[in-house]
């Protein structure tokens, strides 16, 4: 597997939990003291259904996926340069099918991205206060978080 020769053999999981993503257009991320000094290699959305924290349903696992489309990833490195841009957060999902039972039928969803995820770029240090999650509109749905799978290595 190519993630193996670039040494990537470590996964954190971080959730980023908005004061209130019902009115929040901005969602920032935390402060991870674990992940300060780790060279940062690939990042995916996970696709839980809970957030493995705080247990609130989880923004990369909701159907119906307007809200997905709409919201936009930016990642800050330690030089203070915003090395991955409003990048489209549906192409950081984990390709997958995702059955949803209504009332009387069952709708079979497969996700549009075949990314599965940043999963190489050069080892870089993200100062993860200064990155964010942003949506156009706010998501007009309480108690959500946005939980991420982050690769990464001890050492460059």
């Not at 079979?108 to 870089?124: A, C, D, E, H, M």
């Not at 964010?132 to 799978?149: D, S």
Request: net charge positive.
């Amino acid at each position: 597997m190519i993630l193996n020769k670039l040494g990537v053999k470590k996964v954190y999981t971080l959730e980023v939990q908005p004061l209130n993503s019902a009115t929040q257009t901005t969602w920032q991320f935390p402060d991870i003291p674990f992940l300060r000094e780790k060279y940062i290699t690939g990042i995916s959305l996970s696709n839980n259904a809970n957030g493995v924290t705080s247990g609130k349903d989880n923004l990369g696992h909701l159907i119906p996926e307007n809200i997905i489309y709409a919201a936009f990833l930016t990642l800050v490195d330690n030089t203070g340069i915003q090395f991955i841009q409003n990048m489209p957060l549906d192409e950081l999902c984990i390709q997958t099918t995702i059955n949803v039972t209504g009332a009387t039928t069952t709708t079979r969803y497969i996700r549009s991205s075949n990314t599965n995820g940043l999963l190489i770029f050069k080892p870089v240090n993200i100062v993860w206060t200064k990155c964010f999650i942003y949506l156009p509109a706010a998501t007009t749905v309480a108690n959500l978080c946005c939980q991420f799978n982050v690769y990464y290595q001890d050492q460059k």
